[in-house]
Nanobody, 123 residues
Framework: QVQLVESGGGLAQAGGSLRLSCAAS????????TGWFRQAPGKEREFVAG???????DYTDFVKDRFTISRDNAKNTVYLQMNSLKPEDTAVYFC?????????????????WGQGTQVTVSS
């Protein structure tokens, strides 16, 4: 089992940037596919971006060209760089892991989750 802790959330203005971190302990995060999800009030938790153990990446359409997922194996951490933020990006952001060759986009596929970090974007 891997333990995950997100950080880096906060308040940003529209057009601004934030970088989220997902620090892993217990296992090497590069052994897993790591996904970032987000959940806005009253909405379902949705896939944002993912990175496989081999380094493949996937993004949902509404963050392509704005968000970038990356991993630092030495720090056992996955990052989500968020640029050109919009008010609709406001949500709690979660990272999660699963042992998979691919990058599942369904939250039910993931079995280890962090506690989440709040991102609020003001207009």
């Amino acid at each position: 089992q891997v333990q995950l802790v997100e950080s880096g959330g906060g308040l940003a203005q529209a057009g601004g940037s934030l970088r989220l971190s997902c620090a892993a302990s217990g296992r090497s995060i590069s052994s897993f596919t790591t996904g970032w999800f987000r959940q806005a009030p009253g909405k379902e938790r949705e896939f944002v971006a993912g990175i496989s153990g081999l380094g493949g990446r996937d993004y949902t359409d509404f963050v392509k060209d704005r968000f970038t997922i990356s991993r630092d194996n030495a720090k056992n951490t996955v990052y989500l760089q968020m640029n050109s933020l919009k008010p609709e990006d406001t949500a709690v952001y979660f990272c999660a892991t699963v042992r998979s060759l691919g990058i599942p986009t369904s939250k039910e596929a993931y079995n280890s989750w962090g506690q989440g970090t709040q991102v609020t974007v003001s207009s």
